[in-house]
């Protein structure tokens, strides 16, 4: 069975802090998405990387893709109330599948 | 476009009673999936299409049901509802080509909460 493992599982700061949260497979995947579900709602994709070793931001996020293309992390820098919620990455693997970790929540203290 | 709608919003079950929960999209999209989110969990995956006429097993497909006539809708059926059951269930669709493994953006819609007594 193939796996994309995602830590931490739970993730609980305080409003400034850094984080990062790590997605990991022994799969090779040609795009990983990372989202973020609020309560309530459904995911909403943030991110898209699909070659190996890339690097996005989007303001306090950064994405990064391993060179590999086998994982992929989430750092966040000066956390802030409104980041938390379930951070899920999504890979299309190359056997034809889209997987998914099992997500890290985040709690924001202010 | 509406993207990806789901009725009902808010659903209570009998234990062996069934019901079909509906989702639709309006994007042309071939993969379509169906979730269920347990309080405080990740997703599990139910049962996903590539395209209208094939449907597929996911990690947690036994007690549901579904079928893709069209391109578009997406129903899920609960069978003989058991508490176990009670969850929330999220339906999404994405675009690509999941014949060439290419998965785009997932669209996801508003969920179903269902609960089972």
């Known amino acids: 069975t193939q796996l994309l493992e995602q830590s931490p599982q739970f993730l609980s700061i305080q409003e400034g802090e850094n984080l990062t949260v790590y997605c990991n497979s022994s799969?090779?995947?040609?795009?990983l998405q990372w989202y973020r579900q609020e309560p309530g709602e459904g995911p909403v994709l943030l991110v898209t990387v699909v070659t190996g070793g890339e690097v996005k931001k989007l303001k306090r996020l950064t994405f990064q893709f391993g060179d590999a293309r086998k994982d992929s992390s989430l750092h966040i820098t000066a956390a802030q109330p409104g980041d938390t919620g379930l951070y899920l990455c999504?890979?299309?693997?190359?056997?034809?599948?889209?997987?998914f970790g099992q997500g890290t929540t985040l709690q924001v203290k202010p | 476009n509406a993207g990806v709608t789901q009725t009902p919003k808010f659903q209570v079950l009998k234990t062996g009673q069934s019901m079909t929960l509906q989702c639709a999209q309006d994007m042309n999209h071939e993969y379509m999936s169906w979730y269920r989110q347990d309080p405080g969990m990740g997703l599990r995956l139910i049962h996903y299409s590539v395209g209208a006429g094939i449907t597929d097993q996911g990690e947690v497909p036994n007690g549901y049901n579904v079928s893709r006539s069209t391109t578009e809708d997406f129903p899920l059926r609960l069978l003989s509802a058991a508490p176990s059951q009670t969850s929330v269930y999220f339906c999404?669709?994405?675009?690509?080509?999941?014949?060439?493994?290419?998965?785009?953006?997932?669209?996801f819609g508003p969920g179903t909460r269902l609960t089972v007594l």
């Open positions: 999504f890979g299309s693997s190359n056997t034809g599948k889209l997987i």
């Open positions: 799969s090779v995947f040609s795009s």
């Open positions: 999404a669709s994405g675009g690509g080509d999941p014949w060439d493994y290419v998965y785009n953006e997932q669209f």
